[in-house]
Nanobody
Framework: QVTLVESGGGLVQAGGSLRLSCVAS????????MGWYRQAPGKQRELVAS???????NYADSVKDRFTISRDNAKKIVYLQMNNLKPEDTAVYYC????????????WGQGTQVTVSS
């Protein structure tokens, strides 16, 4: 069992920045795939960014060149730096754990709200 705790959400004006953090309790965090998802009201949850144990990152087209995912294996934290935020980025953001094989698990954080005003 792993616990994922997100933080860093809030209210920001369009064009602003936020950094989300997700702290994991799993001792083997360093070998896990990690990802950030988001869910806007009335929409399906979508993958925003993922990062492999080796640091390779992938992004949804909608956030490329604006968001950066990173990880600190020593602290067992995965970050999502969000720049040039847009109102359409408004959503609850969730951290999710994957496996070293590259598949996703059912381990989710509780979510953190990001609201971008125009």
């Amino acid at each position: 069992q792993v616990t994922l705790v997100e933080s860093g959400g809030g209210l920001v004006q369009a064009g602003g920045s936020l950094r989300l953090s997700c702290v994991a309790s799993r001792s083997t965090f360093s070998i896990d795939l990690m990802g950030w998802y988001r869910q806007a009201p009335g929409k399906q949850r979508e993958l925003v960014a993922s990062i492999s144990s080796g640091g390779s990152a992938n992004y949804a087209d909608s956030v490329k060149d604006r968001f950066t995912i990173s990880r600190d294996n020593a602290k067992k934290i995965v970050y999502l730096q969000m720049n040039n935020l847009k109102p359409e980025d408004t959503a609850v953001y969730y951290c999710r754990r994957g496996t070293s094989a590259g598949t996703w698990t059912d381990d989710w954080g509780q979510g953190t709200q990001v609201t971008v005003s125009s």
